[in-house]
């Protein structure tokens, strides 16, 4: 794959709640580092929060080849499910 070709996407991923917020730079590099660098710095502190800066030919590969940022997995639904029955005072 050529650099051009190379989309980047910016991923901050909220572990607790297994969600994935996704920022499409297309193959604006330096905008993609800047934002990278920006979110790092405003969630240094926060332990559930990861941010990765990913490249991919599409949205679609990311979401292929990075699953786990996308869809619940069953530690996550465990994790989910323990908190709720925490949360109701039945854990």
């Not at 710095?41 to 292929?64: C, K």
Request: charged share 25%.
């Amino acid at each position: 794959m050529s650099p051009r070709a190379v989309q980047h996407f910016l991923v901050i991923y909220n572990i607790p709640e297994g969600q994935a917020e996704v920022s499409p730079f297309g193959n604006d590099y330096r905008a993609a580092l800047a934002a990278y660098e920006d979110a790092e710095q405003q969630h240094r502190d926060d332990p559930d929060i990861e941010i990765v800066l990913l490249g991919s030919d599409s949205a679609a590969t990311l979401e292929r080849t990075h699953s786990s940022y996308f869809q619940l997995t069953g530690k996550h639904i465990d994790e989910f499910v323990a908190r709720e029955l925490a949360e109701l005072g039945l854990r």
